[in-house]
C-alpha cells in the first residue's frame, strides 16, 4: 500500500520588502517562535543583491515563509490566521500586540496587523456559547459578539444568560 501521510503545508505570506521585519514581529509576539533561515537574492535575482528574498520562520509547531515578492500583492481578509486563546488574558495580549504600531480593530474578533495581515483573536469556548442548543441564548450571544471588536468570553456568556 503507498504511503499515504498528508504533506506538509507551509504558509507563504507575501510581502512588498517588509518579510524580515514581519517575520521579527511575529516571532516577537507567539512564544515558541524562531526565524530558521533567511535567504537573499543573488545577482541574477528580481531585486538588489544581498536584499533579503525569504524568511522561515515558525510559531509553534507551523513553519511560515516570508517573501519579499514585491507591491503586486497585499493581504486582504479573504485570508486570516486564527488564534484560539486560553483565557481572556492571552485574548488581551495577542490583541494589544497585533494592532500595535499601526495594525487596525475590526469587528467580532478579527484585526489587522501593522503589516495589513489579518488574524482572528479568539477565546476557547467561545463557539460552545455561540453554538448553545438553547437557540435564544445562542442568539443573544450571537447579537453581543457583533458588536464587538476584541472579544470578551465573560460579556458573551452574561449576554447568553440574558444579563447584558
Not at 10 to 18: A, G, H, M, Y
Not at 66 to 91: H, L, W
Not at 106 to 119: E, N, V
Request: charged share 25%; net charge negative; hydrophobic share 40%.
Amino acid at each position: 500500500m503507498p504511503d499515504v501521510s498528508a504533506p506538509t503545508i507551509t504558509p507563504n505570506l507575501w510581502f512588498d520588502t517588509q518579510a524580515h521585519e514581519a517575520a521579527e514581529f511575529y516571532v516577537s509576539v507567539f512564544p515558541d517562535a524562531e526565524i530558521l533561515d533567511v535567504h537573499r537574492y543573488g545577482p541574477e535575482g528580481m531585486r538588489d543583491e544581498g536584499t533579503v528574498m525569504l524568511v522561515v520562520f515558525r510559531l509553534g509547531a507551523t513553519r511560515f515563509c516570508a517573501i519579499n515578492g514585491g507591491p503586486q500583492f497585499t493581504f486582504d481578509e479573504a485570508v486570516s490566521f486564527e488564534i484560539e486563546c486560553q483565557d481572556q488574558e492571552e485574548v488581551d495580549r495577542y490583541w494589544e500586540a497585533l494592532i500595535a504600531g499601526g495594525g487596525a480593530e475590526s469587528r467580532c474578533g478579527w484585526c489587522k496587523d501593522r503589516f495589513g495581515l489579518s488574524w482572528q483573536v479568539v477565546p476557547k469556548g467561545m463557539g460552545e456559547v455561540l453554538s448553545d442548543p438553547d437557540r435564544e441564548r445562542a442568539g443573544r450571544a450571537m447579537k453581543a459578539m457583533l458588536g464587538m471588536r476584541k472579544l470578551d468570553l465573560a460579556a458573551l456568556r452574561r449576554a447568553a444568560d440574558g444579563e447584558a
